[in-house]
DNA sequence: TCATGTAATGTTATAGTATTACATTACGTT
DNA sequence: AACGTAATGTAATACTATAACATTACATGA
C-alpha cells in the first residue's frame, strides 16, 4: 500500500465526526458494540478518505499508543464490516468507509489500479440484475458489495500527458 | 486452498485437450508464445475444474519433475491472464481457466464461500450496465471479470441438512 | 561463425497479507 | 465470590506475491 497520489482531500473532521456520530447511533439501535478500539480504527479509516491498507491501519495505530498488532486490526475490521461500517475491497486487499452506512445497500466500488482511488455508487439495478443471473443456477449472492477496477480521471489525464 | 470439497467432477481428458488446442490455436493465431512451461499450468488449470491457488499449482508442478519457484507460476498465469485463458478471481486468491477463451467477453465467476466452486456466467447485459454507472464518472473500466462471492446451492443444502 | 539482442526461465531472497492458538482482562449474572 | 461471556493482548505462523539478478534458448545479422 502505501501509495501517494492524493487526488481526493480527506474529509474535514467536522464531517468525520458526523460519520463516526451516524455510526454510534447505528450500532446503538442495534445493540451493536462499538468499542472505543472497534471506533478507532473507524476514525482511521475515516481520515484516510480512501482504502487504505490493514498494515498501515495497524502502524497508525501504534503511533496512537495503542499497544497492536495484527489481529487487532484484523478483528475490528470484521466488526466494521458485518455493521455495513466498512467494505474490503479484495482486488486491493485494503478497506474503506461506507458512504452510506445509514441504510442497508449493496454498491458498485470502482477503485483505480494506478493510484488506488475509490469512488462508491449507488446502483439501484445492479444487484437486481445480478440476482437474475444467479437465480436460474440456485446461487445465493452474499457480497454486499462489488469491486471493479479500471483507471480513475485523473490517471487516464497522467497517461495522456505522458504521451 | 486446498478445499476438499469436490462437487462437480473434473472435465473428462478428452475435454481438458480440447481446451488445450482451442489454446494452442488462439495463441498461434495471435502470435503469442505458448510455451511448453505456460501450457503445462494451463493444462493443470483446467483439469481442476475449479479455481486453484497459485501455490497449488506450484506443487503440482513439483510433483511433475519441473523445478518451480513461486515466479515460475505466476508468470505463466501472468501471461494466461493476458490471454484471456485464465481469471483471477480476488477475493479467493485463485486462478481458473475460462470457460469461453474463443471470444473476447466480460463475464460474471460466482464463487461459493464454503467450497471454493465457481461457476462462470455470459452475461451480456452486465458490463453495459457498469459502462453506463461508470461513465458520468469519468472511470475506465479495465477488468474483464466480476467475482461475486455467495453460497453454491450444494452448501445451502449442506445447510439445511445440519440444522 | 560468432557477436548481439530479446524473450523466457531459473534461483534466492524478501515483502505483504491474514489467521491460529492461547493468555488475559473487563464486566455482568448467579 | 464464582462463573460465563465478549473483547482484547500476544506470539507464532501460514499464506500470497514480488523484487532482483543470473542463466538459457534462440533469432538475427555482421
Ligand atoms: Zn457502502
Ligand atoms: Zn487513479
Ligand atoms: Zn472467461
Ligand atoms: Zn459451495
Redesign the interface.
Known amino acids: 500500500m502505501m501509495s501517494s497520489t492524493l487526488r481526493i482531500k480527506p474529509p474535514a473532521p467536522q464531517v468525520v465526526n458526523e460519520q463516526l456520530a451516524q455510526a454510534d447511533a447505528l450500532c446503538r439501535e442495534r445493540g451493536s458494540n462499538l468499542t472505543p478500539l472497534r471506533r478507532q480504527v473507524l476514525e482511521l479509516v475515516i481520515r484516510q478518505g480512501r482504502p487504505v491498507g490493514a498494515y498501515d491501519l495497524l502502524d497508525s495505530l501504534r503511533t496512537q499508543g495503542r499497544g497492536s498488532s495484527p489481529p487487532t486490526v484484523y478483528r475490528a475490521l470484521e466488526f466494521l464490516q458485518q455493521e455495513g461500517l466498512v467494505h474490503r475491497l479484495?482486488?486491493q486487499n485494503t478497506y474503506m468507509a461506507c458512504s452510506h452506512p445509514h441504510h442497508h445497500h449493496r454498491g458498485?466500488i470502482?477503485t483505480?489500479?494506478r493510484c488506488g482511488q475509490a469512488?462508491e455508487?449507488e446502483?439501484p439495478?445492479?444487484f437486481g440484475?445480478?440476482e437474475d443471473?444467479?437465480r436460474p443456477?440456485?446461487?445465493?449472492?452474499?457480497?454486499d458489495s462489488?469491486?471493479?477496477?479500471?483507471?480513475?480521471?485523473f490517471c487516464?489525464e497522467a497517461s495522456r500527458d505522458a504521451r
Chains 1, 2 share one sequence.
Request: charged content about 15%; aromatic content about 10%; proline content about 6%.
Open positions: 479484495p482486488a458498485l470502482f483505480c489500479s469512488l455508487l446502483t439495478d445492479l440484475m445480478l443471473y444467479a443456477h440456485g446461487f445465493e449472492i452474499s457480497d462489488l469491486e471493479i477496477s479500471g483507471v480513475c480521471p487516464q
